[in-house]
Nanobody
């Protein structure tokens, strides 16, 4: 599976962005898909995950502001980010896992995209 993320950019605080991640391969629907982010000087952290059946889980820091969704017909997972804050500034990565649970650990993910920069100005 190859993953290609896009949709990042520069936005003012309070604004919105939507990230997309397109996957290659015919087994996309069997993977759980996650979004992670890494700010400068910090470790990569979990943001959100969606299971193959549509179940979701979010980090507390983004709950109520971010929404993860998937379109299996398009082999695409999305991250809608609203009410963005300067502390959301990071490189955002999509990832795929065969795990049946809502995985939040980096080590459980088998495939990673290249990252998309999101910068939120105050």
């Amino acid at each position: 599976v190859q993953l290609q993320a896009s949709g990042g950019g520069l936005v003012q605080a309070g604004g919105s962005l939507r990230l997309s991640c397109v996957a290659s391969g015919r087994t996309f629907s069997s993977y759980a898909m996650g979004w992670f982010r890494q700010a400068p000087g910090k470790e990569r952290e979990f943001v959100a995950v969606i299971s193959w059946s549509g179940g979701t889980y979010y980090a507390d820091s983004v709950k109520g502001r971010f929404t993860i969704s998937r379109d299996d017909a398009k082999n695409t997972v999305y991250l809608q980010m609203n009410s963005l804050k300067p502390e959301d500034t990071a490189v955002y990565y999509c990832a795929a896992t065969r795990s049946l649970s809502l995985s939040r650990s980096l080590s459980e993910y088998d495939y990673w995209g290249q990252g998309s920069q999101v910068t939120v100005s105050s």
